[in-house]
Structures are given as C-alpha cells and as structure tokens.
C-alpha cells in the first residue's frame, strides 16, 4: 500500500466494501497487517481489479501485488517470474 493502513481501514476491507460502479458490498475480506504498508489480504471472489479498487475505496492504492494462490492452487515457489506450468487433473478439477 502506498499509505499506512489504519485500523478502520482494516476493519472496512473485513467488512466488506461497496465499490463505485457497484450495487452490492464485496465479500468480506481476511486482512491482516504485515507491516505499516503491507496487508495480507483473502478475497473469496474476483471482481474486475478488486484488491486495488478495495484499496482505493479506503484511500489507498495499490504498490505491488502478488498473487500467492487460487483457489487450492498455490502459486509454485520454483518459477520464475513469466514462467508456467500445466495444472495437474486434480488442480484443474478444483478450479471447477
């Protein structure tokens, strides 16, 4: 995050968010602070650029970010950035 995040924002993203251009809340979130600028955030849905547009609904945005996984799929540690790899029948299977 560019800003530190506050408590109440942190309790917003946890709440749900209503976005602009939207007629429903997000999800809740799980949000947790790692440090003053980063955020460990779990959405359960993917709405077009979510994590930044939640972020911007609390006046904030978004420096980096990075996606640790899926569903049940865990992004695999050994690729490089760009690199790929087929999903296995099971990953493919819980994507479903």
Same mark, same amino acid.
């Given at each position: 995050?560019?800003?530190p995040?506050?408590?109440?924002?942190l309790?917003?993203?946890?709440?749900?968010?209503?976005?602009?251009?939207?007629?429903?809340?997000?999800?809740?979130?799980?949000?947790?602070?790692?440090?003053?600028?980063? +955020?460990?955030?779990?959405?359960?849905?993917?709405?077009?650029? #979510?994590? &930044?547009?939640? %972020? /911007?609904?609390?006046?904030?945005?978004?420096?980096?970010?990075?996606?640790?996984?899926?569903?049940?799929?865990?992004?695999?540690?050994? +690729?490089?950035?760009g690199?790929?790899r087929?999903?296995?029948? #099971?990953? &493919?299977?819980? %994507? /479903?």
């Open positions: 995050c560019a800003d995040v506050s408590d109440e924002d309790q917003a993203l946890r709440e749900g968010i209503l976005l602009r251009g939207e007629d429903s809340p997000t999800l809740p979130a799980r949000a947790e602070r790692v440090d003053a600028n980063t +955020l460990l955030l779990t959405i359960t849905e993917g709405r077009y650029h #979510q994590v &930044k547009r939640m %972020l /911007a609904a609390v006046g904030n945005h978004v420096e980096a970010l990075h996606r640790l996984r899926i569903g049940q799929v865990e992004l695999d540690k050994a +690729l490089e950035p690199e790929y087929e999903l296995t029948c #099971q990953e &493919k299977d819980s %994507l /479903a």
